[in-house]
């Protein structure tokens, strides 16, 4: 079946770190990779977009410089959260799927705590 | 923009019971249509599509569309304590997921 992958589960880090967090698609090619983060409140927020053979579409409040996404191919992305903040705080989703029209389908999230 | 809303925001349900789930949107173009669970400390976890117009029956959950009224909605029959959770309705629009704020349903024993 189709799985993804999300490491870490978990961080802990120092105001002002860095944060990386991987994703791999298992069992299925992903053309389209989209990274969330899902607030306290569990709202999802779209951080940005990926499609294979386009380049990454961020969403308003969400920046390359700050949220760096690297989808080098059908079966892996990573993202970094540069300089976190106590804003930046959440459980962070990479959802993957074959095409739009087909199901998203999500890690675990990696979740961001900072101090 | 397209907009989605659920509805109740929390839901209680005995043991046995059946939750009624509720999700309009406000773009009559949409064609696709997900429902969402996500237990706690866990990622969300794809429950049923749908696609046409009218009902969709897996087990004991059947979703119900129609595009006409920007209605669907999540019908779970006979409640298990294991259905308590966080539900997502979830509409494609141009290659993204928008996402309801989601229904809290927990199933009382």
């Known amino acids: 079946g189709a799985l993804v992958y999300q490491y870490p589960r978990r961080t802990i880090c120092k105001s002002g770190t860095s944060m990386r967090m991987e994703c791999q698609a298992v069992g299925f090619q992903a053309t389209s990779v989209a990274w969330y983060r899902q607030s306290p409140q569990k709202t999802f927020e779209l951080i940005a977009l990926?499609?294979?053979?386009?380049?990454?579409?961020?969403e308003q409040n969400f920046t390359q410089e700050k949220f760096p996404i690297s989808h080098p191919n059908l079966s892996f992305s990573s993202m970094t959260v540069l300089n976190a903040y106590l804003e930046d705080r959440g459980l962070y989703l990479c959802?993957?799927?074959?095409?739009?029209?087909?199901?998203?389908?999500f890690g675990e999230g990696s979740r961001l705590i900072v101090v | 923009q397209q907009k989605v809303q659920q509805s109740p925001e929390s839901l209680i349900v005995p043991e046995g019971g059946m939750a009624s789930l509720n999700c309009t949107f406000s773009?009559?173009?949409?064609?696709y249509f997900w429902w969402y669970r996500q237990h706690s400390g866990e990622g969300p976890k794809a429950l049923m599509?749908?696609?046409s117009n009218g009902d969709k029956k897996e087990g004991r959950f059947t979703a119900h569309l129609n595009k006409a009224s920007l209605h669907v909605s999540l019908h779970i029959k006979d409640s298990q304590p294991s259905d308590s959770a966080l539900y997502f309705c979830?509409?494609?629009?141009?290659?993204?997921?928008?996402w309801g704020s989601g229904t809290k349903l927990i199933i009382k024993p």
């Open positions: 990926s499609t294979v053979n386009s380049a990454i579409k961020y």
């Open positions: 959802g993957a799927r074959v095409s739009s029209g087909n199901t998203l389908y």
């Open positions: 773009d009559r173009n949409s064609q």
């Open positions: 979830a509409v494609d629009s141009n290659y993204q997921l928008i």
């Open positions: 599509s749908i696609f």
